[in-house]
């Protein structure tokens, strides 16, 4: 989570070579990822929409981030 940034709550995720950036509130994606995995990450980001957003409102007031548990 890259909260010094400038713009709508989101998060930027890795995979291999890969990179993409995940807006938390709208689901829209810039960036490119395997099929798979971009449907892992966007089935993750859903289940865990609030708590995302409430580390960045976290983030952005300087407070220490939550964990937010992997997709199993």
């Known amino acids: 989570m890259f909260y010094p940034e400038h713009g709508t709550a989101h998060f930027h ?3 291999g070579a890969y990179k993409i950036k995940l807006d938390i509130g709208t689901g829209g994606v810039s960036g490119e990822f395997p ?3 971009l449907r892992r990450v966007m089935a993750w980001a ?3 929409q609030h708590e995302l957003l ?3 409102r976290r983030a952005r ?3 220490p981030l939550r964990r937010i548990a992997p997709l199993e």
Do not use: F, K, M
């Open 13 to 15: 995720a890795r995979h």
């Open 35 to 37: 099929p798979s995995a």
């Open 46 to 48: 859903a289940i865990h």
């Open 54 to 56: 409430e580390n960045w």
């Open 61 to 63: 007031l300087g407070e």
